[in-house]
């Protein structure tokens, strides 16, 4: 509960944002200057699953992640983006640990990135993302678990590979690459069923893609609905 304390350590303006891989060229760019060239912002309330099974409602401010792969111009062999962290020990301490795969990584595929859904995250609450939030540019996924929207984005990668996300090398048989959330599915260690909500602490069922089926399903329609598509 004290995270915000340690967080102070960050500085997140300045902050540049590398932009690479398979891509018309590599590009080095605040991350302010980086919101404006990809337009207006927008405010959208969006559910937020956690895979340790509790929800809330969060109204982020930011823009369509679609526009960021616009913009980066990306080659037609392009199959995922691969996100990255900073990593500064010195800032986060955590970091140190040479037993985590630091720095924190995540990967989407390239047909995710262009949904309608996912966002380039700036804001909260109608105020800029505090540091423990995910300052100053943090992802968001609604319809996966939140370890995979990741915070203080320093590097995004476009590749032809998929990318091995921090929790999947840790432990891929509680954490998978597409995370999707899903009732059917449990987690190793406890039932997904359910979920319980932050502030009045209702448990109510949980949603298959966190409530957005209609906006995604379509995008897994091809693929085998089992177990490693839904953790």
């Known amino acids: 509960k004290n995270i915000w304390r340690k967080a ?21 760019i605040d991350a302010s200057d980086l919101i404006a060239q990809l ?3 927008e405010e959208r309330l969006y559910r937020h699953r956690c895979v340790e099974a509790w929800a809330m409602a969060v109204p982020w401010t930011g823009v369509p992640l679609e ?12 199959k995922y983006l691969r996100f990255e962290t900073f990593l500064d020990p010195d800032i986060a301490p955590g970091q140190r640990q040479r037993w985590y795969p630091w720095p924190y990584v995540e990967g989407i595929t390239m047909a ?3 949904n309608e859904l996912p966002m380039l995250v700036t804001g909260i609450y ?22 995979k929207s990741i915070k203080s984005i320093s590097r995004i990668t476009f590749t032809d590979e998929r990318p091995m996300s921090f929790w999947e090398g840790l432990q891929a048989k509680e954490y998978g690459f597409w995370a999707n959330v899903n009732p059917a599915f449990d987690h190793p260690r406890w039932s997904q069923k359910t979920e319980r909500l932050l502030g009045s602490g209702d448990r109510v069922p949980t949603l298959l893609y966190n409530g957005y089926a209609e906006q995604v399903a379509d995008l897994y329609a091809d693929m085998p609905q089992e177990r490693n598509l839904f953790f």
């Open 8 to 28: 102070k350590r960050l500085k997140p303006d300045p902050w540049q944002v590398t932009i690479d891989g398979m891509i018309e060229e590599t590009i080095k």
């Open 39 to 41: 337009g207006d912002q």
């Open 67 to 78: 526009k960021l792969v616009k913009f980066a111009k990306p080659a037609a062999g392009a």
């Open 112 to 114: 995710e990135a262009r």
């Open 126 to 147: 109608g105020k800029a993302l505090p540091n423990q939030n995910g300052a100053p540019l943090r992802l968001v996924l609604p319809w996966k678990y939140g370890f």
